[in-house]
């Protein structure tokens, strides 16, 4: 249930998103997000905002795979029309290469999706001042 009564001024949708990104705290933008890989703080260890109210859910991995898949599939064929490399040396490079791509973008884009819901005030956030 989320009531729209705050405006949504006050917490700008992309710095927020963009804090997120970086893993940061969407409010101060100092504090760190997770507190383990993948783990969002309950609040934030600079400003105490409260971060317990995100429902990321499997949001984060669907992007991932939505990114990894339009930048590797692309990047496959290309590799393979224009090098036709070894199939092992193929398989090597794009499994490491997704597989390292996917862990580098998914705490990532947890903290986009974070700190969107924060700025729209999603979820718990509504609450929130
Ligand atoms: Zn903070």
Known sequence: MSDH????????LWPSVWRGFRRKCPNCGSGPMLKSYLKVRDTCT?????????????????LTILIVGHIMAPALHMAFTRWRPDPLVLFTVFAIGSVGLSLYLLP????????????????????GT
């Not at 009564?5 to 700008?12: I, L, N, V, Y």
């Not at 600079?46 to 669907?62: F, I, K, N």
């Not at 990532?108 to 609450?127: C, D, E, M, P, T």
């Open 5 to 12: 009564t705050h405006s949504s001024a006050e917490r700008p």
């Open 46 to 62: 600079v400003c105490r905002e409260e971060l317990s109210h995100h429902r990321a859910d499997d949001g984060p991995a669907y």
């Open 108 to 127: 990532r884009l947890k903290g986009a999706i974070v700190g969107f819901q924060w700025a729209r005030h999603l979820h718990g956030f509504s609450q």
